[in-house]
């Protein structure tokens, strides 16, 4: 058991440099490999939505 965690970084627009992250946490061994790579998708897409407020 235990926890496992995916994060995708937030890049400043202006200067490409990571000014943050968004992450998930949840129980290891709980989402298959197809699941895991739909929502690091999602995580990135996410990152990018807030990238584009700054």
């Known amino acids: ?3 496992a965690s995916l994060a995708a970084p937030v890049f400043h627009p202006g200067i490409g440099e990571v ?3 968004v992450s998930i946490i949840f129980e290891h061994g709980q989402y298959d490999e ?3 790579s739909e ?3 999602r995580l990135k897409v ?3 939505q807030i990238a584009s407020t700054l």
């Open 46 to 48: 996410c990152a990018g």
């Open 19 to 21: 000014v943050g992250a």
């Open 34 to 36: 197809a699941a895991l």
């Open 39 to 41: 929502m690091a998708a």
């Open 1 to 3: 058991s235990g926890v």
